[in-house]
């Protein structure tokens, strides 16, 4: 199974700042990788698609990069309703598998 | 608008059963790929399974091979998971979402749509 390592695992941030994530495939994955946001209670949103695509209806302060093995998901302004867990998907072999999931807090 | 309801859950003794349905409007059911994606208590998310928009194909995480069955009545427009032989660690909320974009042989990849869930406790 591809293994999928996000970092960090939480991360505390202000409003207005810019914030990043990564998300690392034990093996190449080419560019399928997704990401999603999940809100406390709510179910999860696809962002991104294809590991760069913003998701219609997206606010363009997401963005997603990367290819291969490593892949980088920001937010350039953080707003407070961008408080959730972001998690990234491979789809590149099954088993399609998550990162474990970064939790994200206003500061 | 797109919209995914899933009913079916509760409480279960280890080693029963118990189908879960997700109902689907708002889009054509049967030229999509379906997903069951799953999420223990205070846990990330797990795929579960996958089934191709006309039923021929399906895909299970090892976790829940040979246990569970995944279906779809494209008449009803309505997807099925049928949990047999249930463990303490199947106790989840299990969502369905549909599978969109990427396609291989009717799979399609990109969950762009996702139900609430129903929750599945497993214990005696």
């Known amino acids: 199974d591809i293994q999928m390592t996000q970092s960090p695992s939480s991360l505390s941030a202000s409003v207005g700042d810019r914030v990043a994530i990564t998300c690392q495939a034990s093996?190449?994955?080419?560019?399928?990788l997704n990401w999603y946001q999940q809100k406390p209670g709510k179910a999860p949103k696809l962002l991104i698609y294809?590991?760069?695509n913003l998701e219609t209806g997206v606010p363009s302060r997401f963005r997603g990069s990367g290819s291969g093995t490593d892949f980088t998901f920001t937010i350039s302004s953080l707003q407070p309703e961008d408080i959730a867990t972001y998690y990234c998907?491979?789809?590149?072999?099954?088993?399609?598998?998550f990162g474990q999931g970064t939790r994200l807090e206003i500061k | 608008q797109v919209q995914l309801v899933e009913s079916g859950g509760g409480v279960v003794q280890p080693g029963r059963s118990l189908r879960l349905s997700c109902a689907a409007s708002g889009f054509t059911f049967s030229r999509y790929a379906m997903h069951w994606v799953r999420q223990a208590p205070g846990k990330g998310l797990e795929w579960v399974t996958v089934i191709s928009y006309d039923g021929s194909n399906k895909y299970y995480a090892d976790s829940v091979k040979g246990r569970f069955t995944i279906s779809r009545d494209n008449s009803k427009n309505t997807l099925y998971l049928q949990m047999n032989s249930l463990r303490a660690e199947d106790t989840a909320v299990y969502s369905c979402?549909?599978?969109?974009?990427?396609?291989?042989?009717?799979?399609?990849?990109?969950?762009?749509?996702w139900g609430q869930g129903t929750l599945v406790t497993v214990s005696s």
């Open positions: 294809d590991a760069s």
């Open positions: 979402a549909r599978g969109g974009g990427h396609c291989t042989n009717g799979v399609c990849y990109i969950l762009d749509s």
């Open positions: 998907q491979q789809y590149d072999n099954f088993p399609i598998t």
């Open positions: 093996q190449d994955i080419s560019k399928y």
